[in-house]
């Protein structure tokens, strides 16, 4: 069986495995925005929120209400039991009047048509747009995406799914190119079973969700490719998109771009030529949407978020060393308690700078540090109410490609391998 062929084998069970997990849920609040971007450009026409569009992402009250209560709108066709009407109904008589916009969502400089505030996803426009082709399918078969959550929520997920299987089945083509297909593929089946890949990237649309797959393929691309233009050209896009979903994935793509001016010019020259336009991109979104190219939604509503959380608003308050060992060992956020088999990339970093054969992973040991990094000094390091490893979930393709250099070593031992095979399931409950 070819390499190909297996990948796409590889893919498939993903595929399965992920779907396995149940429905989506409309209620994660941080994937909320990036569900109905595909939403806004179908109806709207652009990649920004009014209360009106999107009731689900802002804050409602009832104006004759003598204290502020918050009122959840999921929808304007749905309605409180007690009051017998839609939600729509209730607006039109002047029973519903806007609170306040969720967190996730930054005001724009821009205006709607008729007046309204715009708002954007603080998360940014590309991770959404990933559901744009299953949400356009969706359309044209007759869903109701304005009307009914959950069916958004659907489409979300099943991209979601989507390209965490994908990101799966590239670690296993970039693997299989430097030890023999059984042992890329074990590799394969525990970093897609045993990380936090299934339990939190294939559930929901999150913003590390396309990232990690656009990591993987960019990752893929180095490792892999051998034509220098068409390699070079595919990594500067997948490495540009991964920046695009979180601008802190620039530093993988940088790490690359080193590793092939070093290796291949012409190689370097077709990623940096590849990925310009992704990155002029982003920066006329922010000069539209904000009034400068460079402020990101992240950022601008990062410190009101960090003052809610902490009392401070500085964003980058939290001690190295407390993120890392939260990040890496804590009981319920730790990367090596729930996927101790990560341990095995950092005995494979020190080997891929002793052996030759694994050179095209040395850039590895340089982007994942540098991609944790500012995980572990941002002021939310533990990534809100959740189990797990979240915020550095999209380092896991790349620690994965680094366990690489070990996995000989580990299959000559006969306990050290069953230790790495027998890595815990990472199922969702």
């Known amino acids: ?34 569900a109905y971007i595909p939403v806004s450009v179908l109806f709207d026409g652009d990649l920004a929120f009014t209360a009106l569009e999107a009731p689900i992402m802002f804050v409602w009250r009832d104006p004759a209400a003598r204290e502020p209560v918050p009122i959840d709108v999921p929808s304007w066709r ?43 996803s603080a998360f940014g426009p590309i991770a959404g747009l990933t559901a744009l082709p299953l949400a356009a399918a969706a359309h044209l078969l007759g869903a109701d995406l304005l009307g009914d959550p959950f069916t958004v929520a659907r489409l979300a997920k099943w991209t979601a799914v989507l390209l965490a299987a994908g990101s799966v089945a590239m670690v296993y083509l970039a693997a299989a190119a430097m030890i023999p297909w059984r042992r890329a593929l074990l590799l394969a089946a525990v970093f897609g079973l045993g990380s936090c890949v299934w339990t939190t990237s294939s559930q929901s649309l999150w913003q590390q969700t396309p ?37 802190t994935a620039a530093v993988v793509g940088l790490a690359a771009a080193g590793y092939l001016a070093l290796s291949d010019r012409r190689c370097a020259v077709a990623c940096a030529a590849a990925a310009l336009p992704i990155v002029l991109s982003v920066l006329a979104y922010n000069q ?26 500085e964003m980058w308050q939290t001690p190295l060393w407390l993120g890392a060992a939260g990040l890496l060992a804590s009981p319920s956020r730790g990367l090596l308690v729930y996927s101790p088999f990560f341990a095995a990339a950092f005995a494979g970093a020190a080997i891929a700078w002793r052996d030759p054969k694994y050179l095209r992973l040395r850039f590895l040991t340089v982007a994942v540090p540098a991609l944790w990094l500012p995980a572990f000094a941002w002021f939310d390091w533990w990534g809100g109410w959740t189990y797990g490893y979240r915020p550095i979930v999209d380092s896991t393709p790349l620690l994965a490609l680094l366990c690489v250099p070990g996995i000989d070593w580990l299959a000559s031992r006969t306990v050290w391998g069953a230790a790495f095979a027998a890595a815990p399931l990472e199922r969702p409950t």
Do not use: H
């Open 288 to 313: 539209y949407y904000f009034g400068s190219p460079l402020e990101f939604g992240q950022l601008k509503v990062g410190a009101t978020l960090a003052q809610m959380k902490t009392g401070s608003p």
């Open 1 to 34: 069986m070819t390499d190909a062929r297996a990948a796409g084998c590889v893919f498939l069970v993903a595929l399965v495995v992920y779907l396995s997990s149940g429905p989506a849920i409309p209620e994660s609040q941080d994937t909320i925005a990036n």
């Open 211 to 247: 990232e990690l797959f656009f990591l993987s393929v960019g990752a893929a691309c180095v490792v892999r490719g051998n034509g220098a233009w068409v390699r070079g050209a595919a990594a500067g896009l997948a490495f540009g998109a991964a920046a695009a979903c979180r601008p």
């Open 78 to 120: 749905y309605g409180p039991a007690s009051a017998g009407e839609s939600y729509g109904q209730l607006y039109l008589k002047g029973r519903l009047e806007v609170l306040t916009p969720r967190y996730y969502l930054a005001p724009s400089i821009r205006a709607s048509r008729d007046g309204q505030p715009l708002f954007v």
